[in-house]
């Protein structure tokens, strides 16, 4: 991979032009397809260690640490490399929370990750396994008879936003707009349409706190809304942030990942 004689402007002026590999990483993966593993390897072997890219999809331009000791002594270095301000929604949306805990530092990180980690203990998921399995074989079922489907529209995106929604207490009709809010959030390259999609789902976050807290109920939220942190309720950025962080982590990167999982037994049983 070659640097490019016209180096995007957003290009630093600290950033040393060698370092400098001027490629949209996340346009590039996503272009290739099948050969989106091998052409990753070819990065690997052709980029330094640590290179920057003038974009990322609709982010600006970063640093691309390649190598797991170094990606890991970014994570365990919070004084070096601070976590505030690392993912760009609130900032869309001309606001300031963060997605909590991802964007906080130790040791306040510890203390909210303590608060959710009892909400996601092997016991709270086992409880739902009959659910799970009714959820699968209800969508299963609905294709059956046809002998064939596109798994992902059939399965692998509706089923993991119905457990997730089945885990917070959310409603599950509220199901096709989560997973359009996952596609159009995640995946879109358009800032606008990413922008838009943020304010959609902070509005829906927002509704679904003040419901809970005028009506408490067995949910996600309204347990937050009980919770103390250093002996005081959590903020209604803090509820925000977290209800946030929940939403991107447990939707779009189960999706991708069955996608993956059943072409890949497709093409081995295929031969």
């Given amino acids: 991979m070659n640097v490019s004689d016209d180096i995007d402007s957003a290009v630093p002026h600290h950033v040393p032009v060698h370092l400098v590999r001027n490629v949209d990483l996340r346009a590039?993966?996503?272009?290739?397809?099948?050969?989106?593993?091998?052409?990753?390897?070819?990065?690997h072997q052709s980029t330094p260690p640590i290179?920057?890219?003038?974009?990322?999809?609709?982010?600006?331009?970063?640093?691309i640490p390649r190598r797991a000791e170094d990606m890991r002594r970014i994570l365990q270095d919070p004084e070096t490399f601070s976590?505030?301000?690392l993912t760009p929604y609130p900032m869309l949306l001309g606001e300031s929370w963060?997605?909590?805990?991802?964007?906080?530092?130790?040791?306040?990180?510890?203390?909210?990750?303590?608060?959710?980690?009892?909400?996601?203990?092997?016991?709270?998921v086992d409880a739902l396994?009959?659910?799970?399995?009714?959820?699968?074989?209800?969508?299963?079922?609905?294709?059956?008879?046809?002998?064939?489907?596109?798994?992902?529209?059939?399965?692998a995106k509706p089923f993991?936003?119905?457990?997730?929604?089945?885990?917070?207490?959310?409603?599950?009709?509220?199901?096709?707009?989560?997973?359009?809010w996952t596609q159009t959030l995640i995946k879109s390259f358009d800032p606008q349409v990413v922008t838009d999609n943020a304010r959609?789902?902070?509005?829906?976050?927002?509704?679904?706190?003040?419901?809970?807290?005028?009506?408490?109920?067995?949910?996600?939220t309204s347990y937050l809304l009980a919770s103390e942190i250093d002996g005081r309720p959590l903020t209604d950025a803090e509820m925000l942030?977290?209800?946030?962080?929940?939403?991107?982590?447990?939707?779009?990167?189960?999706?991708?990942?069955?996608?993956?999982?059943?072409?890949?037994?497709?093409?081995?049983?295929a031969g």
């Fill in 28 to 43: 590039e993966l996503t272009a290739q397809g099948e050969k989106a593993y091998a052409w990753a390897a070819t990065l």
């Fill in 51 to 63: 290179f920057w890219v003038p974009r990322l999809g609709f982010l600006p331009g970063t640093w």
């Fill in 83 to 85: 976590s505030a301000g």
């Fill in 98 to 124: 963060r997605l909590t805990p991802l964007e906080v530092d130790p040791p306040a990180h510890a203390k909210y990750r303590a608060l959710l980690n009892p909400l996601f203990t092997p016991k709270k």
């Fill in 129 to 155: 396994e009959q659910d799970m399995r009714d959820l699968a074989s209800n969508l299963i079922n609905q294709v059956a008879e046809k002998g064939r489907c596109d798994f992902n529209e059939a399965f």
């Fill in 160 to 180: 993991p936003t119905l457990i997730f929604l089945k885990l917070m207490g959310w409603p599950l009709e509220e199901q096709p707009l989560f997973q359009h």
């Fill in 200 to 220: 959609e789902i902070t509005g829906w976050i927002r509704a679904r706190i003040a419901e809970c807290r005028a009506n408490p109920g067995d949910d996600f």
């Fill in 241 to 269: 942030g977290i209800n946030f962080l929940i939403f991107i982590g447990g939707l779009d990167t189960v999706t991708s990942s069955m996608g993956l999982f059943v072409h890949h037994l497709a093409r081995c049983i």
